[in-house]
T-cell receptor, first 113, second 112 residues
Framework: DAGVIQSPRHEVTEMGQEVTLRCKPI?????LFWYRQTMMRGLELLIY????????DSGMPEDRFSAKMPNASFSTLKIQPSEPRDSAVYFC???????????FGSGTRLTVV | GEDVEQSLFLSVREGDSSVINCTYT??????LYWYKQEPGAGLQLLTY?????DMKQDQRLTVLLNKKDKHLSLRIADTQTGDSAIYFC????????????FGKGTKLSVIP
C-alpha cells in the first residue's frame, strides 16, 4: 500500500493565483480529512468527507477555499485567489474507522508570495 | 469540543527515558492517540489507547492514561537520536465523533 498520496509536495505561487492541492486516499478508506498546519495555530481541520460526501466544512477559513471529492480515490483542495496568509503545510489524511486513527499524507508545503 | 494541551519542548540524553505529557478536556473521548512527525513529513500514528485501559505497552513505548485527571503520557525507553521529532497527542471530540483534536505538539530533542 502506497499510503495517502499528496501532490505537489511543494508549491510556490503568487498572490491572487489559483492553487489546487491533490490527494489520493488509501484504497478502502471511507473518510478523508484536509488539515492545515502552521507554527502559530498548529493543526487545524479544514474539511471532512465521509463516503465522498462533505460532512463538516466548518474549518474552511473562507469562501476562497473549496474542496471536492468526486470519487473514493481522489480529492482536491482549491484556494482561489491565494493570499500570503494561506502559506502553510496542507495535509490530507484518510481512515476506515476513525477509532483506529488517521493515516496522513506527506503534505503539500504552500508558499504564497 | 475537545481541547488538548502539551508542553512544547523536551530535551533528553540518548539512552535516557523520555516522558511526554498531555492533558485533554473531553472525558467522553473513546480513544486517545500519539502521533510522531519527523521534519518534512506527515504525522505517523505511533500508538493509541482505548479509554477503558490504564496502560498500553508496545516495545519501547508505554502509554499511561489517567482518566480521572484527564492525563495521557507517552514514555519512550532508551531514547535514540532517531526519536527526535514532534509528538502530537490527539483525542476524539466525543463518543463516536469523527474528529480528532490535536495538541500543538511536543518537540523532542535527543542529545547524543
Amino acid at each position: 500500500d502506497a499510503g495517502v498520496i499528496q501532490s505537489p509536495r511543494h508549491e510556490v505561487t503568487e498572490m491572487g493565483q489559483e492553487v489546487t492541492l491533490r490527494c489520493k486516499p488509501i484504497s478502502g478508506h471511507n473518510s478523508l480529512f484536509w488539515y492545515r498546519q502552521t507554527m502559530m495555530r498548529g493543526l487545524e481541520l479544514l474539511i471532512y468527507f465521509n463516503n465522498n460526501v462533505p460532512i463538516d466544512d466548518s474549518g474552511m477559513p473562507e469562501d476562497r477555499f473549496s474542496a471536492k471529492m468526486p470519487n473514493a480515490s481522489f480529492s482536491t483542495l482549491k484556494i482561489q485567489p491565494s493570499e500570503p496568509r494561506d502559506s502553510a503545510v496542507y495535509f490530507c489524511a484518510s481512515s476506515f474507522e476513525v477509532n483506529y486513527g488517521y493515516t496522513f499524507g506527506s503534505g503539500t508545503r504552500l508558499t504564497v508570495v | 469540543g475537545e481541547d488538548v494541551e502539551q508542553s512544547l519542548f523536551l530535551s533528553v540524553r540518548e539512552g535516557d527515558s523520555s516522558v511526554i505529557n498531555c492533558t485533554y478536556t473531553d472525558s467522553s473521548s473513546t480513544y486517545l492517540y500519539w502521533y510522531k512527525q519527523e521534519p518534512g513529513a506527515g504525522l505517523q500514528l505511533l500508538t493509541y489507547i482505548f479509554s477503558n485501559m490504564d496502560m498500553k505497552q508496545d516495545q519501547r513505548l508505554t502509554v499511561l492514561l489517567n482518566k480521572k485527571d484527564k492525563h495521557l503520557s507517552l514514555r519512550i525507553a532508551d531514547t535514540q537520536t532517531g526519536d527526535s521529532a514532534i509528538y502530537f497527542c490527539a483525542g476524539s471530540s466525543g463518543a463516536g465523533s469523527y474528529q480528532l483534536t490535536f495538541g500543538k505538539g511536543t518537540k523532542l530533542s535527543v542529545i547524543p
